[in-house]
């Protein structure tokens, strides 16, 4: 036995009941007491530990996205971009790459149904040979604000009113008669894709655009999606309130109970992207997250395919304590200037050192599978054991060196500081021509959703006429269908 070494969960394999300490315990049904009726005795360590223990068993829950799945698998390279990008995991056809996969929904608590009209999270963590990639995306390919200042006060809205803890509409469209770059995600959210039949059958999405740098360190802006092989499946409104209301957990059941069965969830990767150069060509802004880059005009094409065959072992350890971040990236991929994106760089680490502490990395669901080093170290919990005497940089006592140059975007910036919406905003013609794509009885069913929000009594008059002329921005028939319900005329 080596005294000095990290107890593996090898040894957690004693025939008999222990303490942490690992100290035997012999009586595991009755507390230390003075004669059989008590008082119960201070020195009974064991009774101690067992409930200090049981009291800290929950850790503060992720601030939004608190309910989830995860599950592993691997992705596996299925055409060569090796053009486009230096990614070592994206080098050749064939290469795979383990993951692990969390979907959540994004404004309810950790415990609450699934089966709830809300985005869903889309998260992929890529345990490379050069480190972790997160790709952290949702089912939806836009999303509702383009600059992250917004968001604390988005989800505030979102989430239950903090005096009744009620999630209520008023609250909501209030907020968002602000924000009329919200209108393209209200035609995905309140659309018959709003509430995913369950995680397997759902689309994901990037969201952001990101750059791939290739060996010569050429750019290319890039969007990510992931396509369901057994298709996208949604419930409308009355079917869900039957699935929710018969299970709660419906959507973390049919991927736990089809990975046990074999029936393995499979995505394929494909990518839409575009020359830098061309960025100013369009009616959009491509690093607008509102935006969609239409199809049309930047087709898919496929990168590969991720096949989730593993259930975890342990909820605690593989979902509550899974960390992911925008900013974990590898070689080759780097973040666009999108604004959101930039924010997003700093908060879930940020988050994250606060939920799980400073050494959440160490936490086998999120350290690096390839080998590291650096002097980042100590802290609360730090559980790596480190022999070495000189823990600082440059030395000459540490053979260390740096790695070979990594590419990093060499796009240039300019501009003097300010705080600004961005000059294209184009916040309606996307919304309006997603609404005019759907058939007549998904856009009745898109009006009646809309009209609901808007007739939740404390949602006032003003509030009414700035979403009228919101929609009818997006396309007049639809803010005069909406306006209508209310007896109202809308006007842009
Ligand atoms: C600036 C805007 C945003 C901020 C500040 C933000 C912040 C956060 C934070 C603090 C968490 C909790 C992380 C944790 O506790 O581990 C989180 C989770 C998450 N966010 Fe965001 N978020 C933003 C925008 C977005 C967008 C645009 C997307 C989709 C593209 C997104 C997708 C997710 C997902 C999927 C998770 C759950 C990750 C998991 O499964 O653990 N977020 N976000």
Request: glycine share 8%; with cysteine.
């Given at each position: 036995m080596d005294p000095y070494k990290y107890r593996p969960s090898s040894q957690y394999n004693t025939p008999f009941w222990t303490t942490n300490q690992g100290s035997p315990v012999w009586n595991n049904n009755n507390s230390l007491t003075v004669g059989p009726r008590g008082p119960v005795l201070l020195e009974d360590y064991h009774l101690v530990e067992k409930l200090a223990q049981f009291d800290r068993e929950r850790i503060p829950e992720r601030v939004v996205h608190a309910r989830g799945a995860s599950a592993k698998g691997f992705f596996e390279v299925t055409h060569d971009i090796s053009h486009l990008t230096c990614a070592d995991f994206l080098r050749a056809p064939g290469v795979q790459t383990p993951v692990i996969v969390r979907f959540s929904t994004v404004i309810h608590e950790r415990g609450s149904p699934e089966a709830?009209?809300?985005?869903?999270?889309?998260?992929?963590?890529?345990?490379?040979?050069?480190?972790?990639?997160?790709?952290?995306?949702?089912?939806?390919?836009?999303?509702?604000?383009?600059?992250?200042?917004?968001?604390p006060d988005m989800i505030h809205a979102l989430k239950p009113n903090p005096k009744s803890h009620i999630q209520e509409a008023w609250r909501i469209m209030d907020f968002f008669s602000h924000v009329p770059e919200s209108c393209n995600m209200f035609t995905f959210l309140f659309d018959d894709i709003g509430i995913p039949a369950d995680y397997r059958h759902m689309e994901g999405f990037g969201v952001h655009t990101f750059k791939l740098i290739n060996k010569a360190g050429k750019e290319t802006y890039v969007k990510f999606h992931w396509k369901p092989t057994c298709g996208v499946k949604n419930l409308l409104d009355d079917e869900a309130v039957l699935v929710g209301g018969a299970n709660h957990s419906h959507a973390t059941q049919d991927l736990y109970d089809s990975i046990a069965a074999g029936n393995f969830p499979e995505w394929k990767l494909m990518i839409q992207t575009m020359n830098p150069a061309d960025e100013n060509k369009f009616e959009f802004d491509p690093l607008d997250d509102t935006k969609i880059w239409p199809e049309d005009r930047f087709p898919l094409q496929p990168v590969g395919r991720m096949v989730l065959n593993r259930n975890i072992d342990n909820f605690f350890a593989e979902n509550e304590q899974l960390a992911f971040c925008p900013g974990v990236i590898v070689p080759g991929i780097y973040y666009s200037d999108d604004k959101m994106f930039q924010?997003?760089?700093?908060?879930?680490?940020?988050?994250?050192?606060?939920?799980?502490?400073?050494?959440?990395?160490?936490?086998?669901?999120?350290?690096?599978?390839?080998?590291?080093?650096?002097?980042?170290?100590?802290?609360?919990?730090?559980?790596m054991h480190r022999d070495e005497e000189v823990n600082y940089f440059p030395s000459r006592f540490d053979p260390v060196r740096h790695s070979e140059r990594v590419p990093i975007s060499q796009s240039r910036l300019a501009g003097v500081r300010e705080k600004a919406v961005i000059p294209k905003e184009n916040n309606f013609q996307q919304a309006g021509e997603r609404f005019r794509s759907f058939d007549p009885a998904r856009q009745d069913r898109f009006i009646k959703r809309i009209v609901e929000l808007l007739s939740d009594p404390r949602v006032t008059q003003e509030v009414r006429s700035v979403w009228f002329s919101y929609w009818m921005q997006c396309d007049r028939t639809l803010g005069q269908r909406i306006a209508s319900q209310f007896s109202m005329k809308a006007s842009m």
């Open positions: 709830i009209r809300d985005p869903r999270g889309f998260a992929v963590k890529f345990y490379t040979r050069e480190g972790n990639f997160d790709m952290v995306g949702n089912n939806i390919p836009v999303f509702f604000i383009r600059d992250g200042i917004k968001f924010t997003r760089i700093f908060s879930y680490s940020d988050t994250q050192r606060h939920r799980l502490g400073p050494n959440y990395l160490m936490l086998p669901v999120n350290a690096p599978k390839c080998a590291h080093h650096n002097n980042h170290h100590e802290g609360f919990m730090n559980f």
